[in-house]
Nanobody, 127 residues
């Protein structure tokens, strides 16, 4: 059974940092495309950072470039999203997702979503 579990969300002040984690079970994340998406209140879910293969460039949304970093730890079957210089606009529920990397190009995956989803973790950026 494929399962993705996110953790690491919470309340952080503007300018602060958080690292989100997503641990997979039921499949080997190393062989899958992975991504982080977020949904702010009243807005649709959007892609933040996506990686099709670990040896390919990661796709970042404009809002994430220069501040967020997606990384993989194959030994832990875990993907991370390091978020720095956080802004109130980054407040959202963050979701981890995964998909067969052969299905689509990475930018399309980040635009249209992926097959498997976690339940999300809430990030609140506020003073």
């Amino acid at each position: 059974q494929v399962q993705l579990v996110e953790s690491g969300g919470g309340l952080v002040q503007p300018g602060g940092s958080l690292r989100l984690s997503c641990t997979a079970s039921g499949f080997t994340m190393e062989y899958y495309a992975v991504g982080w998406f977020r949904q702010a209140p009243g807005k649709p879910r959007v892609g933040v950072a996506c990686s099709r293969y670990s040896d390919e460039s990661t796709y970042y949304a404009d809002s994430a470039k220069g501040r967020f970093t997606l990384s993989r730890d194959s030994a832990k079957n875990t993907v991370y999203l390091q978020m720095n210089s956080l802004k109130p606009d980054d407040t959202a529920v963050y979701y981890c997702a995964a998909e067969d990397p052969r299905i689509n190009e990475v930018d399309a995956m980040c635009t249209w979503g992926m097959e498997f989803w976690g339940k999300g973790t809430l990030v609140t950026v506020s003073s």
